[in-house]
């Protein structure tokens, strides 16, 4: 894979103005907002002249840059655009209608992110739990981290699909890396292959199509951005995120490879597993440096798809690293920070993503089993993993749950048919109710249950411990 050009525009953060000093796109033209207060960007945000919105956060609060998303659905006028771009600090975010316990290692998220960078410090001290984050709209999981960016693009219904704002962000991206396309999910992929030849290029403005085959034995794509919809009657929301120089790539397959996979039979949306990539790898550069490289070029293109007054370009500048506000005739832009949290809606949207109910308790039904049917063998052609060692083999363990909660279980342990019929009345009568979410130890649960001899809760807790990330 050829490497890409490193970003001339990497030895200044200001944008390309085209000759015109900034001093001048600052002019008094371009009324500016000090101190982006939560009341006046609510009054900006809903203004009905306010056609076109460019948004850069300063916030590395997943819930609250997705509150801040939700808010503009809901607010922004109805025949606006608006752009959002933000890098989150390390997370998983699952789809609206996805199970956390099948698609993330919850125990491994728990153990927490390493932020340090002196070995010498105590490694606990600087590690921070990775954060669950269920969003608003379907798709499937995706893991974010510092060296990957968020985009968002509101607009009226009327005029979405699916492609228009993928190939606005692959324009982007292809002013330095030329081998970014739209696939026929609409995800964005890098060609991994070799040079077409020179008279089957596309041409350039085809954002579906490298001159970099595809087609031959070997060759391949790596996605580097995927896409999640939220779509209502008048407003349609697009938002994905873009791997920049992420450097995380080796450890996603561990924190979205869930223990339960193979026990797990789930109702909802189950996440497309594909190979990945950055759109800069290999360049010994700051993530932050290549994320303001890539945001700017996202604007630029939000800019020149929409035909918007590059005036409003000035609020991204070294000049305004602030969080603040430039508006104009048509447009409002710049940069916005945590203090949006004090708008009653975007903290009210912050505490709903944050609750166990939302993040668990939207979980649509699943059953867990611990063996497999002679039919699934057949129709699969596999079995499931063995059971863990001190389990006993006649284990059999089926749990329903419905939106986080165990509606129904069977549960035995022993070989014998009348003690094992004894057992699951046993252990139902503890288990069925019981939200997974607020179990810490399935020991202490399983003990609560009459009669039952050890050691057999002792080897079926530790297996729903893994099992549910405890």
Known sequence: MHPVRSPASLKSLRFRSHGVPVSLLLSRRSRRVSSCAASQFAELAAEPGSRYQLY???SEDPFINLSIEQYLLKNSPTNSTVLFLYVNRPCVVIGRNQNPWLEANLRLLRLGFDHGTNQDQDSKAMRREIDLVRRRSGGGTVF???G???????????DFTRDRHAEMVVKAIRKDNSRARVNERHDIVLDTSHLRDEQDWPDESDMHRTKYCNSYPGSGTRKVSGSAYKLNRNRSLHHGTCLIQSPNLH?????????????????????VRSPVANVYPGLEIHSQLLNSTFQRNVLEAFVSLYSVDREALASFTERNLQASLHHNKNWVSGYLNETLADLREIQSGIDELKSPDWIYGQTPQFTLENHSSEEENKEKNRVRPALPQGMPQSARIFI???????TASEVSMSPIEAVAR?????????????????VSDFGQVLRAAPDVADPAPTSLAAWLNVIFGK
Do not use: W
């Not at 329903?400 to 165990?406: D, K």
């Open 144 to 146: 974010h981290d510092h």
């Open 56 to 58: 850069v956060s300063r």
């Open 251 to 271: 450890k996603i397959p561990q924190y979205l490879q869930s223990p339960a996979r193979s026990f797990m039979k789930a109702r909802g949306v189950d996440s």
């Open 400 to 406: 329903t749950s419905r939106s986080g909660t165990i």
């Open 422 to 438: 004894a057992e699951v009345e046993r252990y139902s009568q503890i288990l069925d109710g019981t939200k997974i979410h607020s």
């Open 148 to 158: 990957n960016v968020n985009y968002c693009v509101i607009c009226p219904s009327v």
